[in-house]
Structure formats: C-alpha cells, structure tokens
C-alpha cells in the first residue's frame, strides 16, 4: 500500500487520533506525510475573512427509499431520501462566521447547490452544497464537530 493511498492516510490518522499524539510523520520511497492534531477551542479558524479560502466541493449523496408500512406491495408510494456526506476530514461549521444564522435548520427547502455548511481543512473553507432539491429532515452534526470522510451530515428528502 502507497502512504498517498487514502486508506492509508486514514489509518494513520486513526492512530494519531488513538495514541493522543500531536504530530505522525511517514517517509516510504522518497515520499513524505505529516498529520498534525489541529486543536481550536474557539470553534473558529484563527484566520481573517480575507484570509479564508472557499471551494465548492463535490458531494457524495446515497439515495434510501422510506416504505409506509400501511402501503400494500401493489400500491407503494416512495419518499426519496438522500444523505449528505462529507468528503474530506475537517471541521464542520453550520455557518459563515460565530455570529451569523445557520445556513440551513431542519425543516428548510433546499434548492440543488444551495450552502448546507462549511467544512475547514487545513485553514480552507470548503462550502458543502445541495445535490438535489427537497426539505432538511435532519442534520447529523453540530458547530465545531470534527468530521470523518464519508460521514453523514445532513438528510434532505
């Protein structure tokens, strides 16, 4: 396994996390990482806005079918859901800034690329968007949360 492979990024990450280390550094045939534990009681990133860099990210999204369980097999109407992943490690923020609304709260229409959050990595803030139109039913996280690739942020249906 490569040290740029993701997975293993992950699980070097995972026993920096575990062994409560400030810093893991790996060297494999001339290539190089280095993870460091990135501590903010703030909850904010000690930079200014103009300092702040957003890029719009792709966002994974996993369709699930809701089934009543009164709907007969002949006659079954289906709610789509679709949960929001987050596709990098980070630091999820629920809005632009410590004083500012929530860019979305459960019960809000969305439209496809609307702002649903920001995620900070490594001093880059990343605006994570609608893929679709629908309602947010639920938001899995809260400010200042740490997020895993993969993991599920919000659900619109």
């Avoid at 920001?118 to 996280?141: H, P, R, S, W």
């Amino acid at each position: 396994m490569k040290i740029t492979d993701t997975s293993y990024i992950k699980e070097v990450a995972g026993i920096l996390k575990i062994n409560g280390l400030q810093k893991v550094e790996v060297e494999s045939n001339g290539m190089r990482i280095l993870l460091e534990e990135y501590s903010n009681t703030s909850g904010y990133s000690p930079v200014s806005k103009s300092e702040m860099v957003y890029t719009p990210m792709q966002v994974e999204t996993m369709p699930v079918s809701l089934h009543n369980e009164e709907e007969t097999a002949g006659n079954v109407e289906v709610g789509l859901i679709t949960d929001v992943t987050s596709p990098i490690v980070g630091v999820f923020y629920s809005s632009s800034t410590p004083e500012s609304e929530p860019f979305v709260s459960i019960g809000d229409t969305v439209k496809k690329g609307d702002v649903l959050c920001v995620i900070e990595a490594m001093k880059f803030f990343n605006e994570i968007t609608a893929e679709c139109d629908g309602q947010i039913v639920d938001i899995f996280l809260k400010n200042g949360d740490v997020v895993e690739f993969g993991q599920v942020l919000f659900r619109i249906q």
